[in-house]
């Protein structure tokens, strides 16, 4: 591992045989903290750690050793250890997951299940929670949730849909996995997962996958409720009841080749709270003909807003929706937009007279989704040339939002009012006043606690 402090004119080596590296948490490590895994002789590996790039010994301190991989995640160390155990079936090893919170002594975590664990994947360790997934085998992948105070897991849901690939065994950090999860940007408790059929777990084909939803960070997952009617209004026959739903791309789609109609994956953000837009299928599985679908009460209710594959993107704090058709269904030289939540939909052409319409690849705006500038990038059909396009489309709306054109909105379980004990309660633009938030917009946000029951108790 390497160091420079003069932008890359000079380096010097501060440790060496280093397997993986992060740096510390500010807030909660002392500054220019740096944490390292380090092979020793023997092929073992120890965690360790330095606020001084390891220029001092009485600086640099050793959490724990004999270690398959580690990651940092806020108040969080995560390690895994493989423990031979007296009496144990597998010659290899157990597959044990250790945890450090606040910075404190590594205790190992607890999971029901005796099943062999192949690898742990870290999905998620927000709002006093952990989300693990456990590889049992090469057919079973479960997704465990932790308790608040103790590191015992229980299971959370079966089957998941997780790749992963043999040069990344053992670890449960490495970007060569993939745990099909979406978490619903601004919202907690709320996640989106692909779920493989049970009793057909081999199977990764677009018949056998299948969406749920939950809205309490894993306590209860659910199918997604299917639209009543479809873009023009006609009953769409889908019932829950009957197995029947609404199945949602998420990661996985836009990464596997045979998945290519769907090119962009389900979009939320933060600055745009409770908007959901995502291409989906309505029936009993992933299987059939794409359509974009939006939920403005964080997937609680949809509405299916366009047929085919589009690329999209927010704006203007979630003020408007632009798509544009993909690289994969044809060329193009005009986009589609709706100030509505996609109610409504116009097109505005992007080319001048006389210009060639092109593959879109791709659909950007800046960082935060607060402005209403939106860059397209793609290449002729005949010859590859990269293109660019920017769009402001700042003069779609009618005007400037006022006071009157906001709403107060909570967002809420199917037949609950509280989310995790708490009623969030956010302002937001009315959609059909089609208003401008502006960059400077700030949106107002009272918590209030709910009273407990049942349900919101761990036992």
């Known amino acids: 591992l390497w160091f420079s402090d ?3 004119v000079s380096w010097k080596e501060i440790q060496l045989q280093v397997k993986a590296f992060y740096w510390g948490v500010a807030g909660i490590d002392p500054e220019n903290t740096i944490f390292v895994e380090r092979i020793e ?29 580690f990651e940092v995640w806020e108040k969080y160390l995560f390690v895994a250890r493989k423990q031979h155990l007296i009496g144990s079936k597998h010659r290899d090893g157990v597959l044990q997951l250790w945890v450090s919170i606040d910075r404190g002594s590594f205790k190992m975590a607890e999971f029901p299940s005796h099943l062999e664990r192949k690898e742990i994947f870290v999905y998620d360790a927000s709002d006093e929670q952990v989300f693990v997934c456990v590889m049992h085998d090469e057919l079973t992948t479960n997704l465990y949730i932790s308790d608040v105070q103790r590191m015992k897991f229980s299971l959370s ?4 849909l997780y790749i992963t690939y043999p040069s990344a065994e053992g670890s449960f950090t490495s970007e060569e996995r993939l745990a099909d999860i979406h978490k619903v940007q601004g919202l907690r408790g709320v996640y989106i997962a692909t779920q493989l059929k049970l ?8 018949d056998n ?13 659910n199918l997604l409720k299917p639209p009543i009617t479809d873009k023009n209004g006609s009953p769409l026959k889908c019932n829950i009841n009957d197995g029947c739903s609404l199945h949602l791309t998420l990661k996985f789609s836009q990464l596997y080749q045979r998945f290519r109609t769907y090119p962009v994956p389900i979009l939320s953000k933060e600055s745009a709270v409770g908007l959901i837009v995502a291409s ?41 929706i632009v798509a544009v058709k993909s690289f994969s269904h044809q060329e193009t030289d005009e986009v589609i937009y709706s100030t509505d939540d996609g109610e409504t939909w116009e097109t505005i052409k992007f080319l001048s007279e006389g210009g060639k319409p092109f593959r879109v690849y791709g659909l950007m705006t800046e960082p935060g989704e607060k402005t209403t500038t939106f860059t397209l990038f793609g290449s002729n059909k005949d010859h590859h040339e990269w293109l660019l396009v920017k769009l402001d ?3 779609v709306f009618k005007h400037d939002c006022k006071a009157e ?16 004990g708490r009623e969030e309660i956010y302002e937001r633009r009315i959609s059909h006043t089609s208003c401008y938030n502006g960059l400077n917009y700030k949106r107002l946000i009272k918590i209030e606690n709910c009273p407990c029951d049942r349900e919101d108790y761990e036992w």
């Not at 010994?57 to 004999?66: G, L, T």
């Not at 967002?411 to 995790?420: T, V």
Request: proline share 3%; net charge negative; hydrophobic share 35%.
């Open 209 to 221: 996958l299948m969406t749920v939803i939950t809205f309490d960070k894993g306590g209860e997952w």
């Open 393 to 395: 489309l700042r003069h």
């Open 6 to 8: 003069d932008f890359g």
């Open 405 to 420: 054109d906001y709403k107060m909105w909570s967002p809420h379980a199917p037949n609950r009012s509280c989310l995790l």
């Open 199 to 206: 009793g057909n777990a081999t199977n990764s084909t677009s």
């Open 157 to 160: 849901l079966e089957n998941i």
């Open 280 to 320: 989906g299928v309505v029936g009993k599985s992933l299987k059939g003909h794409p359509s974009v679908f939006v939920s403005s009460d964080a997937g609680v209710t949809w509405r299916e807003v366009l047929y085919g594959s589009y690329i999209y993107m927010i704006g203007d704090f979630g003020g408007i």
């Open 41 to 69: 002789p023997g092929n073992s590996t120890t965690l360790l750690s330095s606020s001084d790039f390891f220029q001092t010994r009485s600086n640099i301190k050793e959490w724990i050793s004999n270690i398959e991989d």
